[in-house]
């Protein structure tokens, strides 16, 4: 069975510090990972997707992650945080034919000026 | 390209009624699924609808249902809404191209806040 977990419910970086947000998984196949983002009072936004094509996966507004068997992990980092980066990020893995992701329990972003 | 529309986007209700949410996918996707996010749970997979049939379920009680039509837009219904029903429901749309559709990219719509009283 598929499962995310995601280390740390909430990170606060200074603005212009690196962003590491931390999301392991556990599954049975080989995965196919998400990231998403939720600003305030608005739905989920894909970040990026990890389908095994390669292991660094480059996402939209500056996001990466990169895809580690041997760890499990999919981290998601951006070499320097801005102010509209406060949200929150979730990591998901694809159930596949259950037709359904799995969802982490997020991690709130925090940049201070 | 129009995103994925969900109406209406905030409603409050009593306690024992029944509610319905709409979701329209994105043009061309066929599969529509629903999730219930809250502070406690965060996101929790409901169901899933491809060509208008019920292909997934989540661990929910009988009293949440949907269905879809042959435009692929979709409703979901919960009846004796109870207090903790109160949550943001997010559809999402996705091509779901082959079987299993593993990979296929899961795009959400803006959500309806539902609160009961």
């Known amino acids: 069975a598929q499962s995310v977990t995601q280390l740390g419910s909430h990170v606060s970086v200074s603005e212009g510090a690196l962003v590491l947000l931390r999301c392991n998984y556990s599954?049975?196949?080989?995965?196919?990972l998400f990231w998403y983002v939720q600003y305030p009072n608005q739905g989920l936004q894909l970040l990026l997707k990890?389908?095994?094509?390669?292991?660094l996966v480059k996402g939209i507004n500056g996001f990466e992650a990169e895809f580690k068997k041997s760890e499990t992990s999919f981290h998601l980092t951006k070499p320097s945080a801005h102010m509209s980066d406060a949200a929150e990020y979730f990591c998901a893995v694809d159930r596949g034919s259950q037709g359904n992701l799995i969802f982490g329990k997020g991690t709130k972003l925090s940049v201070k000026p | 390209k129009a995103g994925v529309t969900q109406t209406p986007r905030y409603l409050i209700k009593t306690r024992g009624q029944q509610v319905t949410l709409s979701c329209s996918p994105i043009s061309g996707h066929r599969s529509v699924s629903w999730y219930q996010q809250t502070p406690g749970q965060g996101l929790q997979f409901l169901f899933e609808y491809f060509s208008e049939t019920q292909r997934n379920k989540g661990n929910f009680p009988g009293r949440f249902s949907g269905r879809q039509f042959s435009n692929s837009r979709s409703e979901m219904n919960v009846s004796t809404l109870e207090l903790g029903d109160s949550a943001l429901y997010l559809c999402?749309?996705?091509?779901?191209?082959?079987?299993?559709?593993?990979?296929?990219?899961?795009?959400f719509g803006e959500g309806s806040w539902l609160t009961v009283v």
């Open positions: 999402a749309s996705s091509l779901r191209v082959g079987d299993p559709s593993s990979g296929n990219t899961i795009y």
């Open positions: 599954s049975s196949v080989p995965p196919y």
């Open positions: 990890y389908t095994s094509a390669a292991t």
